[in-house]
Nanobody
Framework: QVQLVESGGGLVQPGESLRLSCVAS????????FGWFRQAPGKEREGVSC????????YYASSVRGRFTISKDNTKNTVYLQMNNLKPEDTGVYYC?????????????????WGQGTQVTVSS
């Protein structure tokens, strides 16, 4: 059974950091590309970052570029999202998802397996 479980969310102050984890089960990381998405209250879900399984290349939304880093550890079957210098506008539920390793994209229509999400709240 394919499953993604996110963790690592929480309440932090602006400028602080969090590291989100997405543990995959039922398959190995080299089967898919991975993406992180988020949904703020009252807003549509948006793409944050994605990583290629073939060469490890990454892509970031402009709003997080330079602050967030996506990575993966094949030995732990886990994908990470390191979030530094967090801002209130980063608040939302963060989801990881998988897509076939055909292209690196944050188009949500390409993603098929989704986790349940983890809440990130940035507030002073």
């Amino acid at each position: 059974q394919v499953q993604l479980v996110e963790s690592g969310g929480g309440l932090v102050q602006p400028g602080e950091s969090l590291r989100l984890s997405c543990v995959a089960s039922g398959f190995t990381l080299d089967s898919y590309n991975f993406g992180w998405f988020r949904q703020a209250p009252g807003k549509e879900r948006e793409g944050v970052s994605c990583i290629s399984t073939s060469d490890g290349s990454t892509y970031y939304a402009s709003s997080v570029r330079g602050r967030f880093t996506i990575s993966k550890d094949n030995t732990k079957n886990t994908v990470y999202l390191q979030m530094n210098n967090l801002k209130p506008e980063d608040t939302g539920v963060y989801y990881c998802a998988t897509t076939l390793p055909l292209q690196l994209s944050l188009n949500q229509g390409y993603y098929h397996n989704w986790g349940q999400g983890t809440q990130v709240t940035v507030s002073s």
